[in-house]
């Protein structure tokens, strides 16, 4: 079964940047054809999604976030990253990562996802 | 706002069903076959429990039920127990550029 693992600054000031981090393992780990996801929810609020990496690794953002939203990943090391650039309070949010598959295989649902990540930004 | 549109909250009886709407555009709903329900219990990541409209993923009780008409789809819970007291939330593929959008989630509350 794939287990999603993130890591990463949790409180940070306006302006900075925010850096996570999602490791990928376990024996159902392995979705050659699989795009992965980072999606956010606010405090009390929905889900947003902010973007998503093909297995070429292409790259698709959230239009409302494109300008300051990097996803990269390392597949030497199955990791995938996530960077937020110029933080404002609107940016507090949980942060997950997300592998858009089922079972695994490719699909347009997502069925794992990290522990998420608590991100507040703050003076 | 959120780019679909689903009731704050429903609520019933144990045993009884719920349905939960969701309401896109033709630019999203109304076009793919490729609407997904989450559930997601306080605290927790969310859960996958529809896929494609209509598909569950293995472990998922048949009690879930997903289906769609034009812009709108819809999720059902048949039987409802104490654990699906949680949130859901709908999202549709929405093309290359948008990618995903989600509804801003819906509360079921058993009575």
Not at chain 1, 12 to 33: H, I, Y
Not at chain 2, 25 to 51: F, M
């Amino acid at each position: 079964q794939v287990h999603l693992q993130q890591w990463g600054a949790g409180l940070l000031k306006p302006s900075e940047t925010l850096s996570l981090t999602c490791a990928v393992s376990g024996a159902g780990g392995s979705c050659s054809g699989c795009y992965w996801s980072w999606i956010r929810q606010p405090p009390g609020k929905g889900l947003e999604f902010i973007g998503e990496i093909s297995p070429p690794g292409s790259v698709t953002y959230n239009p409302s976030l494109k300008s300051r939203v990097t996803i990269s990943r390392d597949t030497s090391k199955n990791q995938l990253s996530l960077r937020v650039t110029s933080l404002t309070s609107a940016d507090t949010a949980v942060y997950y990562c997300a592998r858009n598959s089922v079972g695994s295989r490719p699909a347009f649902g997502m069925d794992a996802w990290g522990q998420g990540t608590a991100v507040t930004v703050s003076s | 706002q959120s780019a679909l549109t689903q009731p704050r909250s429903v609520s019933g009886s144990p045993g009884q069903s719920v349905t939960i709407s969701c309401t896109g555009t033709n630019s999203d709903v109304g076009t793919y076959d490729y609407v997904s329900w989450y559930q997601q219990h306080p605290g927790k990541a969310p859960k996958l429990i529809i896929y494609d409209v209509t598909e569950r993923p293995s472990g998922v009780p048949d009690r879930f039920s997903g289906s769609k008409s034009g812009n709108t789809a819809s999720l059902t819970i048949y039987g409802l127990q104490a654990e699906d007291e949680a949130d859901y939330y709908c999202c549709s593929y929405a093309g290359a550029y948008t990618v995903y959008v989600f509804g801003a989630g819906t509360e079921v509350t058993l009575l």
